[in-house]
């Protein structure tokens, strides 16, 4: 989801500032649940891969669907563009 979010806003000042805004808007998730995503990027030179930063956010979304009674799979971000 991310890496289509990437491709879909271009180069842009604050880009991992908005990945990390939709990411909270998304999932309800705070800024300290979203703040791994700044140390992912999409071209992979970031310090997380797409498996570790899964690792940390999966838990932090399913917890929070959990609590809010919300579907299991998350909300399709796309649909939003």
Known sequence: MLRELSQALGPTD???LVLIKYARKAFDLS?????PIAGWAADGTGELSDSRLDE???PEVSALQNVNGQAEHPPDVRASR
């Open 14 to 16: 604050g880009h991992k």
């Open 31 to 35: 800024l300290q649940q979203a703040s």
């Open 56 to 58: 940390i956010l999966a």
